[in-house]
């Protein structure tokens, strides 16, 4: 795997990129669609590969571990087989999933013992075998098993907590150069800077990450409900640091204005349930707004779903229709609904990528922050 920077913003810290893997090519800046079980949820991968264009999913060790397991994954030939997807795939390493899904838990230095939230059995994740795991799903780019802190956290658990997650990224990168890649292609692993919303761990861990040999760098900790002038703080913070020819990911980000923002900041990927979420909850995101489709002012709305819209979705099926279908809960209309945001945020990104390439990007952003937020 390997980055190319092909353009820096003059007027921020944006830049587009690409990022060459085994299954293809990622223009950056980039969304990731979330496809935890293999799945990104409702939506064929004929619709991810043409309807969405999407350049590259993301999957879950933690679920792909408990459900269905790595005994079947290898038996596949791992991820991309099993699923039939042949563009490149991300898996996350669990260090966020055994906080925020299983029942209870129990962190050591040595790793992490967490209760399953399917079945209640208790099972135990080292940096080590997050890394063997990942190797058995067989994504193009792994992540560094890492704990994620809470917010708020205080800066003694914040600072003790980073430590440990660098001597697990250690332990990462040993077990890395232990073990081959079982399917014949390359996988790039992705260390995790931490730190929480204090400036000087996310100095020290950004300097500590950005001193590896790594392919590409992450950014984790956020977005787990602090305030966005804390993310786009912290998140600068660590763009400054990190080394200019690696992609930066900033992990679990966010509304179509995060993005923005921290395109502007200088992050190359993203990747969010929000726009597969919040559409199942009947809420789109436009060029030119937020709409809530079960709003009774769209009853009889036989407008298109979004005039400006980029997938088929959006010109043949009207909001009265989309409403309905919302309304009494028909698998169609979650799909319809994933679909149009999911085009939305990836037409976002290519948009974004054609104007850090023609110079008007930082006015372009600040229209569309403002336009983006407002409620139709
Ligand atoms: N670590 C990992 N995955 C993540 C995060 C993290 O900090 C976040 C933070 N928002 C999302 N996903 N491993």
Same mark, same amino acid.
């Given at each position: ?20 893997? !085994? ?49 079947? $994954? ?17 898996? !996350? ?7 925020? *899904? ?40 792994? *992540? ?66 950005? &001193? ?5 760098? =992450? ?19 660590? +763009?400054?640091? $990190? ?20 395109? =502007? ?5 993203? &990747? ?11 809420? $789109?995101? +436009? ?22 819209? +980029? ?25 319809? =609904? ?10 976002? *990104? ?27």
């Amino acid at each position: 795997m390997h980055f190319e920077l092909k353009h820096q913003d003059k007027n921020s810290q944006a830049r587009a990129g690409k990022l060459v893997t !085994d299954h293809g090519e990622i223009e950056t800046p980039i969304f990731m669609p979330v496809g935890t079980v293999g799945s990104v949820k409702g939506i064929h991968q004929h619709e991810i590969e043409n309807e969405i264009n999407a350049q590259i999913i993301l999957g879950n060790t933690y679920h792909l571990f408990l459900r269905p397991g790595t005994e079947v $994954l290898e038996a596949a030939g791992g991820l991309h087989k099993f699923i039939d997807y042949k563009r490149p795939i991300l898996t !996350d390493s669990g260090g966020y999933q055994v906080y925020s *899904m299983s029942g209870s838990r129990k962190i050591t230095e040595e790793g992490v013992k967490f209760q399953s939230h399917v079945d209640g059995s208790y099972h135990f994740f080292t940096p080590e075998r997050a890394i063997d795991i990942q190797r058995s799903i067989g994504a193009d780019i792994i *992540m560094a098993f890492d704990e994620c802190t809470p917010y708020p956290c205080d800066y003694q658990y914040a600072k003790r907590s980073m430590k440990m997650t660098h001597r697990w990224l250690d332990r990462c990168f040993t077990q890395m150069n232990n073990t081959q890649p079982k399917y014949g292609y390359d996988q790039a692993l992705f260390p995790i800077v931490q730190g929480s919303v204090y400036t000087d761990l996310r100095q020290e861990s950004a300097k500590y990450i950005a &001193d590896t040999d790594s392919l590409g760098n =992450a950014i984790g900790g956020l977005s787990v409900g602090e305030p966005a002038e804390e993310l786009y703080a912290m998140t600068e913070v660590v +763009t400054d640091i $990190l080394p200019k020819e690696k992609p930066r990911y900033l992990m679990g980000v966010g509304t179509p204005m995060n993005l923005l923002e921290c395109i =502007a900041l200088g992050v190359d990927m993203f &990747d969010c349930v929000m726009p597969t979420r919040n559409a199942r909850h009947g809420m $789109l995101f +436009t060029s030119e707004g937020i709409i809530n489709i079960k709003n009774k002012k769209w009853e009889k709305d036989f407008t298109p779903i979004d005039p400006n819209g +980029t997938s088929s979705v959006d010109t043949v099926y009207t909001k009265a229709y989309l409403r309905h279908l919302i309304k009494t809960k028909e698998s169609l209309g979650l799909q319809i =609904a994933s679909i149009h945001n999911l085009a939305f945020y990836l037409a976002l *990104m290519k948009e974004a990528r054609k104007r850090i390439i023609d110079g008007s990007f930082k006015e372009w952003k600040n229209v569309m922050v403002k336009k983006m937020a407002q409620r139709l």
